[in-house]
């Protein structure tokens, strides 16, 4: 799981030893009989790479693959349709529809979505973990959130219990929440301000976060957004309570999704800032399994929510605008195009140095925008559009929003943004 999946990348295989000190390429040209043809499939394909799927009700996986005795079908993933070409062990040739999922040994030759190769000038740029230099190209993760080597436990999936609440962000609520009691529970979190102490300077602890994601609105209209293009995981037919409807995502792995967060500066250019996250078939929809021995069908039932621990960025307001636009993108392909966006954005003023501790100190002095007007500029961000990826929609969200909006009893509700395709959680999260 070198990606977050159970495959391998072609490139890092292709010169192991096998029995009979043979490599694996030397193995494929042995069958193949053609060195031209190999060639020019390695060139054509340099992310190609071997899937072992997580098949329905325990029929097949990497852990359950029995190698002594299980030798396991080859299917193909194409870029120009959603059935399968399947190779037997006999060598006759199979199409396995797209609406039915295989319940036997079976691996999937593909492309990677989350490897690129960095030698060309759209990503040199990427600052992210090498996975090796193989015949002098330099194949480097999409993003370190694929990176399953050295990712971070911080960057996993997480269930969300009210005692994982920070406590910060609970006494920002209560602070704010009084009756006649006006403010901004970011204020206290970031700055430590309250009504009794209204200036302190900016805290590093806490970053804005993604804490939550999940797919909304019409069911049908929702998949077909992000599973439009061949090579998605792909369901076919409307879905109803009755329907026995099928996500095939067996042969591509996971959904990958970009999050692009765009921030407004005061000297007028803003940053972009790219996240990106894996989403199992299972993480966005709840369903049933049904048939078998071969095959199995997905009855779908609904959305579900993925818990996420994303950090974003240190959100001062002496630097950045009062609101932020956040993207996401279900990502098809690695090419990008550079776009410019200019917008107006709020700035608040009421900062300046305080030396009452004996000491320089820059703060912030007030509540909300303090006594001081706030400030108004265009300013202008550079951000990537990445063409062929399904785009979901855009959210803002503003400094002054509530991070909790209710309680009950122990029990406490934060806020969610949606943009009509998806909803998404935006809130502090302490890193240090």
Known sequence: ?????????????????????????????????????????EINNPTLTILVPELPENSFSAQLWNTENQIPKVAIRLSTTNNIPVINLDGSEEIIKQEYIPAYPIIVIKDNERIVVSN????????T???GVFNGVNYKFLDNSFDGVNKSKAELARTVEVSAIDPKIITAYNTYNAVNVDGWQRDYIYYGITPDSQKGPFKYNFQEGIKSFMLQGDLNSAYDKIAEQTGDPYMPGRISANDLSNIGGWADGSFEFK?????????????EIIKYFSARVRDLFSFKYLGGPFYFYRRFEGFKKMDLNIPIFNWDLDQYASTIKIDVEEVDLTVTTVLTESRNAEFASNFSVDVSGGYKDYVKVGLKYGTSQKITKTSTVQKTFTEGNDLLG??????????????????YTTREYSSGLYSIGIEPIRVQ
């Open 259 to 271: 999050v692009r967060i765009l921030v407004n500066a005061k000297n007028g250019v803003g940053s």
């Open 1 to 41: 799981m070198f990606d977050n999946d159970y495959e391998v990348l072609y490139q890092m295989i292709k010169d192991e030893r096998l029995e009979g000190n043979i490599t694996v390429r030397e193995m494929i040209l042995k069958n193949l009989g053609n060195e031209a043809l190999l060639n020019s499939i």
């Open 129 to 131: 973990r090498s996975v």
């Open 120 to 127: 060309n000038s759209v990503n040199k740029g990427i600052k």
């Open 394 to 411: 855009d959210v803002i969200v503003n400094f002054a929003d509530n991070v909790i909006i209710g309680a009950d009893g122990a029990n």
